[in-house]
């Protein structure tokens, strides 16, 4: 079982795919920072300053006692759920450029092999062939 895992664990699939999670952390890092610090910034300019993360329906306000919360407040969140919706979109938007353009690169790096001529289809025999062979055909009866 050890040297199955081995084989496994060490294939060229798995690295790949380990070394792909690791890049993806790291671009969604950069996606993030580029939806909170670029793209809300600009639709908060455009909402009078408001923050989109901070939206959300009040279901129950908090009850306080002075300075203590006694009853916690009730929430739906719909601004951070609209977030993560906007990263979502930038996110797959941008996988798919890339993998758009790395598909364009690769066609006109790599020469696709020309396709084989088809054989040619056997010939018919023409008219005076097939006439030839029923005649011996005819013959061939006709002495039995």
Not at 69 to 94: H, P
Not at 123 to 139: F, M, S, V
């Amino acid at each position: 079982m050890l040297k199955e895992f081995k084989e496994f664990a060490l294939k060229g699939n798995v690295i790949d795919m380990a070394v792909g999670v690791i890049v993806g952390g790291a671009f969604g890092k950069i996606v993030t920072s580029l939806v909170n610090d670029v793209v809300m910034p600009f639709f908060g300019y455009l909402t009078a300053g408001m923050d989109i993360k901070t939206m959300k329906w009040v279901l129950s306000p908090a009850v306080m006692e002075g300075d203590v919360v006694k009853q916690a407040e009730a929430a739906i969140l719909y601004g951070n759920f609209l977030q993560n919706i906007i990263d979502f979109l930038i996110i797959s938007f941008s996988i798919f450029m890339v993998i758009y353009f790395f598909n364009k690169a690769k066609d006109k790096l790599v020469k696709k092999p020309e396709p084989e001529p088809e054989p040619e289809a056997p010939k018919a025999p023409t008219q005076e062939e097939l006439l030839a062979e029923i005649r011996d055909l005819l013959k061939k009866n006709t002495d039995q």
